[in-house]
C-alpha cells in the first residue's frame, strides 16, 4: 500500500497503524496533533513494514513506534508519484510534548538509508525513559 500527500491532524491514538506483516510505503505526507491531546503517536508499526520519505510528524508523544518484530526504513525510493527533494522524515515536537522521536522495541528495527531522519527537540526536560531514539527489549 502507498499513502503520498496525506495531511492527518488530530488522530485517536495512531495516525497511521501498521501491523500483522502489512507493507506500506508513506511519502511527502504531514501527521499532526495540533490540539495537544495525551498521548498520541505519528506512526504504529506492530509486526509490519514501512519504508517512508519526506514526511514530518508533529507534536506527538511518539513519533515511531516500531514493536514485536515491525521495521521501518526512512529511505529515498522510486516513488509513483512526484516528488520534491529532499527525501528527509522529520520529527518534530515545537509544543514540548515528546517523550520519544522514535521507540525501538521488541526485536524491531530501525533502518535509516539515503534520506536522513531529523528529530527536533525530543524528550522531556526532566530526563529519565525519554529519548530522541529509544532502543530496549532486542531492538535494532
Avoid at 525510493?77 to 528527509?88: G, K, W
Wanted: some cysteine; aromatic content about 8%.
Amino acid at each position: 500500500m502507498s499513502l503520498a500527500h496525506v495531511t492527518a491532524c488530530n488522530p485517536g491514538f495512531a495516525t497511521v497503524g501498521v501491523s500483522d506483516v502489512s507493507d506500506v510505503h508513506i511519502e511527502s505526507s504531514l501527521f499532526e496533533n495540533s490540539t495537544g491531546a495525551p498521548w498520541q503517536v505519528g506512526l504504529f508499526v506492530v509486526s509490519g513494514h514501512v519504508t517512508m520519505q519526506n514526511t514530518t510528524i508533529r507534536n506527538m508523544q511518539v513519533g515511531i513506534d516500531i514493536s514485536r518484530s515491525g521495521s521501518v526504513d526512512i529511505q529515498s525510493f522510486n516513488s509513483y508519484f512526484p516528488i520534491s527533494m529532499p527525501t528527509d522524515v522529520l520529527i518534530e515536537s515545537p509544543a514540548g510534548t515528546n517523550f520519544y522521536g522514535v521507540s525501538v522495541g521488541n526485536g524491531s528495527l530501525l533502518n535509516l538509508g539515503a534520506a536522513k531522519l531529523r528529530i527536533t527537540n525530543p524528550g522531556q526536560p526532566w530526563g529519565g525513559n525519554t529519548a530522541g531514539v529509544f532502543v530496549s527489549d532486542g531492538g535494532t
